[in-house]
């Protein structure tokens, strides 16, 4: 099955003037397209949903859209919440990092899995379920698509192997490489605290600090995936479900110099954070 000549598109994707991604509805149907990778179709509550390889697709990529962004789609029409962002685990606590284009996301959730004991739950898409008042997330990805940089840095992939795959990533503005994490996370997990990126080179040290009130909410509106716009009653129950998320999770944001020499230091906040909300604080 294609995208029907019939869809009409409600959003896109574009890169230069090149057409990469796009959302429509087909009657009653949802349709997102990827270009060149694969289309997927749903129903308004999410049910029937069914993921078709475009021809010659490359079933990595395939694999990387059905596992985090069709899923999270999927998800946003089953009245469920999902968040662009990473996330590791470290025994019963994860913990989340969202944020801007190129903030590092995909990044710092690789340096905790490889040198500070993590668990990849999410590289891009983390799928969030609100449940007794607390929260709970499940993993998705099973790699980290990393920028080349961030693979030599980590010493993921050899600079002779950095031209045999890559993804043109749609909100990191480059091509990715897939890298197998060393731990996968297999189950469920209390998130422990969520973390908002953000470069600042007059910095020469990390700083996590505590968002509160409008400040925290305004973060998780901007994180969240989303397929439908135009029903008022669908964004109020997810305005609903944001508010309860930043009422059981503490949210901060991480400023930290964009060297990525400095990466350990930025790794050891974060994993002294899990650590800390490990332990009920």
């Not at 962002?85 to 969202?98: L, M, R, Y």
């Not at 197998?180 to 470069?199: C, D, H, N, Q, Y």
């Amino acid at each position: 099955m294609t995208a029907p000549s019939n869809v009409h598109w409600t959003g896109e994707f574009r890169e230069e003037g090149e057409l990469y991604f796009r959302v429509g509805r087909d009657g009653a149907r949802f349709v997102a397209e990827w270009l060149g990778v694969c289309t997927l179709h749903a129903d308004a509550d999410g049910t029937g949903s069914e993921l078709v390889p475009a021809p010659g697709a490359d079933p990595m990529l395939v694999d990387k859209v059905h596992r985090g962004l069709a899923r999270a789609l999927v998800r946003h029409l089953e009245g469920k919440l999902t968040l662009h962002a990473s996330a590791s685990s470290f025994g019963e606590v994860a913990i989340a990092c969202t944020g801007a284009s190129q903030a590092g996301k995909s990044t710092l959730a690789a340096k905790l899995v490889a040198g500070h004991g993590g668990e990849l739950v999410a590289d891009d898409t983390l799928a969030v379920d609100l449940r007794d008042g607390a929260v709970i997330v499940h993993p998705t990805e099973r790699l980290s698509w990393l920028l080349p940089d961030a693979c030599r840095a980590l010493g993921s992939i050899r600079e002779d192997g950095l031209d045999e795959r890559g993804s043109s990533d749609e909100d990191d503005g480059g091509l990715k490489y897939p890298v197998e994490p060393k731990r996968i996370a297999v189950g469920e997990t209390r998130l422990a605290a969520l973390v908002v990126l953000v470069f600042d080179d007059a910095l020469s040290v990390p700083r996590l600090t505590r968002l509160r009130g409008l400040d925290a909410v305004k973060q998780l509106v901007a994180s969240v995936v989303r397929f439908v716009l135009d029903e008022p009653e669908r964004n109020r129950r997810e305005m609903e479900q944001l508010a309860r998320l930043s009422e059981a999770v503490p949210i901060y944001e991480l400023a930290r110099p964009r060297a990525l020499e400095k990466l350990d230091a930025t790794a050891d906040v974060l994993r002294e954070l899990a650590r800390h909300r490990a332990g009920g604080a």
